[in-house]
């Protein structure tokens, strides 16, 4: 079977075969990578819109947990650019691909010496680069990436119950805003001095990190008290098992995933297709003991 795998005639059909395939994940890679980065986009323009909105309120100018108020237009400081560059990345990678493929598929007709040289080198090239971005984007879909441990999670972790969750509805579950907590707040535009309004902010029952959220005195006499507690287990920990309980941290994750895992699961999965192209391709680049590489130089 080892003989069988490894001879000319099945190494040029494998060749082609795989390049083939190849060709089907450039558009994959492409497709994947620009649903991403849109997705990615809108997490980010709705993130500024929210800035916008909150910083117009004159009590909360500077102190708008996750924006940058000072800024014009007031935008979102929590950090964006890591989990959309392997989708980018990505990108790029399935369009080297696409013409690398068609290198390698001519490699495998004409049966060239140069061209299949030239496929060898740009599909180790595009190996490691898709490597890289897969190990990227799982990193961001796992949550260990250090911009999430560092300044997504630091932005929000002491102050989750002052951000609105409910603004981002589309990109967090239900749970990640079933708890609410109503403030008075004035519009900076108001010239009357006692024009305030209640604005309600939305957010997780159980504390960032996992830890359930007992006896909470500021929400005492309120049914936020009620619901808290009820998201308690006999640990004091977050009881995940109800569906309307859920921390912070698991709302940046769940997020998170959607970004990064279709990326890395794409990347890691065509890898093993590529580099049977890249066996296939270097034993027909030495050619055959029986001298039908007809055309070697």
Known sequence: MAALCCTYKVSRRGLLLTTMLTFLFSIIFIGVGSVSVRFGASFVSEA???CQEMCLKENMEDEVVGCNCLRDPPATELPTVFFMSPAIGMIVVGIFTFFTSIMGCLGAIRERNVILSSYICALMLVIILQFGFGVAAATVASG???QV????NGVLKLHYQEFDWSSMEFFFPKACYVGSRDVRIREA?????TDWEDYTFRFPLCSFNGNCVYNDETARGTDLFDMQNQCCDSSRRCNFDNEDCTSGEKCIGSFLGRVGAPIAVVAFFALVIEICALV???????GSPSGKYGDRV
């Open 189 to 193: 535009s108001s010239d009357n001095a």
């Open 149 to 152: 441990q560092g300044p997504l």
């Open 144 to 146: 260990n990436s250090a």
């Open 280 to 286: 296939f391709a270097c034993i027909i680049r030495t």
């Open 48 to 50: 500024n819109a929210y």
